[in-house]
C-alpha cells in the first residue's frame, strides 16, 4: 500500500461529494463524481454523496452501486468528522459562501470547475478537459490546480469496454443520446432531421422524454437505466451534445456528432470539432430556443470512411480512459502532502 494512501486510511477519511442532479441541472456533475468516487472506493475510502437526486432514480442507481457509498439529500444530515473528512464540489448552483462548504472541520476541500462554475475557496481545483476560460479564484491563489484531458473522469462501466474495430454494418447502428434529462430537447428535434433522410440506419434514441410519438420504424426508443455501455460499445454512430457523455464516447473510439446545447458545452463542443474528435451538428440559441442543425457533416458520418477513421484514431491517443485512476491518485497525494506540510 502506498504510504500516501495509508495515512488517509488511518484517519478514517471519508471522501463526500456535495452535488445534485435534477431535470433542469442535469446529472453530468453526478456522472463525473460516480467516476472518481469508483476510484476512491476502490482504494478502500468510503464515500458520501451529499445532495437531492430524488429526481432521477437511475442516478440514484448509479450512486448506490459504488462500494460502500453513502447517499444523504440534506447537507443537515451529514456530520462532518474533525479534520478526517475531504470535500469534493462538483455544482453550478450551490452557493460558495454556505456554512457547509465553508466549515473549517474538513481535512480538505477540492472543486470539479469549468468557466461557468461559481469561485468556491478550496484547497485543490481539478479543471477535466482543456482550459476554456476558467481562472483561479485571486483568494486561492495558493490552490493546487489539476487541468487537461488527462484528469478527464470515465466511470469504471465505460473504461473497462474494449472497442476492438469500426464496424462496417448496413443498416448503421446509431445510438442517440442528449445526457440524462435533455433540457433543451435535442432528441426531439433531431429526430425529425435525421428522419427525413433516406439513409438506412437502426436508431436507438436514449431519452427519459415519453412524448416524442416516434413513427419511423428506423427508430426505438429506450429508458437512460438501460445498458447505456452495450449500447456504445456496439454503435457505429454516436450523436450526442458536448458533456459529460461526449468525453465517455471519445474514450472509448466511436465516430461522433457532437451538438452545443448550453453555453457551458461550447469549450467542449470547440475541443472536440476543432481536434477532429468528432463532427459538430449544430447548436442551441437560448435567445431563440431553437436548434440550428447542419445536415451535412451528419450525412458525412453515414458516407465517409476516412473521416471516421481519422476520428476514432484522434479519439483513442487523447488516452483518458484511467483519467479516474490518475485524478484520485494525485488528489490523495496532494492532501497528504498538505497534511506532512501542516504538521512541520
Not at 3 to 15: A, Q, V
Not at 60 to 88: A, C, K, M, P, Y
Not at 216 to 229: K, W
Amino acid at each position: 500500500m502506498k504510504p500516501s494512501k495509508r495515512i488517509l486510511l488511518e484517519l478514517d477519511t471519508r471522501f463526500v461529494f456535495r452535488v445534485d442532479a435534477s431535470q433542469t441541472i442535469g446529472v453530468g456533475h453526478v456522472m463525473r463524481c460516480v467516476a472518481i468516487a469508483e476510484s476512491i472506493a476502490e482504494c478502500g475510502f468510503k464515500t458520501v454523496f451529499v445532495g437531492n437526486t430524488s429526481q432521477i432514480a437511475w442516478v440514484e442507481n448509479q450512486i448506490d452501486s459504488i462500494s460502500g457509498v453513502t447517499r444523504i439529500t440534506s447537507e443537515s444530515d451529514f456530520n462532518i468528522s474533525n479534520r478526517r473528512d475531504v470535500l469534493i464540489i462538483d455544482s453550478y448552483e450551490i452557493d460558495p459562501d454556505s456554512a457547509f462548504i465553508n466549515d473549517s472541520r474538513w481535512l480538505a476541500k477540492a472543486a470539479l470547475v469549468d468557466s461557468s462554475a461559481p469561485d468556491y475557496i478550496v484547497d485543490i481545483y481539478i479543471h477535466p478537459g482543456p482550459n476554456f476560460g476558467w481562472k483561479l479564484p485571486e483568494a486561492a491563489e495558493q490552490a493546487r490546480v489539476f487541468i487537461g484531458t488527462q484528469y478527464v473522469p470515465i466511470r469504471k462501466s465505460i473504461s473497462e469496454l474494449e472497442r476492438t474495430q469500426l464496424d462496417s454494418n448496413n443498416p448503421k447502428i446509431i445510438t442517440i443520446v442528449a445526457g440524462g434529462t435533455d433540457p433543451s430537447n435535442f432528441i426531439k428535434e433531431f429526430i425529425p432531421l435525421l428522419a427525413s433522410t433516406t439513409i438506412d440506419f437502426d436508431a436507438r434514441i436514449i431519452t427519459s422524454k415519453e412524448n416524442l410519438r416516434i413513427q419511423d420504424s428506423r427508430f426505438s426508443q429506450y429508458s437512460p437505466n438501460i445498458n447505456l455501455e452495450e449500447c456504445f460499445l456496439n454503435s457505429d454512430i454516436v450523436f450526442t451534445t458536448g458533456g459529460t457523455t461526449a468525453w465517455e464516447i471519445a474514450s472509448l473510439g466511436i465516430p461522433m456528432g457532437i451538438a452545443q446545447a448550453v453555453e457551458n458545452q461550447r469549450g467542449n463542443y470547440e475541443f472536440f470539432t476543432a481536434n477532429n474528435l468528432a463532427v459538430g451538428i449544430g447548436a442551441y440559441s437560448k435567445s431563440t430556443q431553437k436548434w440550428d442543425f447542419y445536415l451535412n457533416p451528419i450525412l458525412s458520418l453515414f458516407s465517409s470512411e476516412p473521416i471516421k477513421l481519422i476520428m476514432v484514431e484522434n479519439q483513442l491517443n487523447l488516452s483518458i480512459r484511467n483519467g479516474s485512476q490518475r485524478l484520485v491518485s494525485d488528489l490523495i497525494l496532494q492532501i497528504v502532502s498538505a497534511i506532512k506540510k501542516e504538521s512541520k
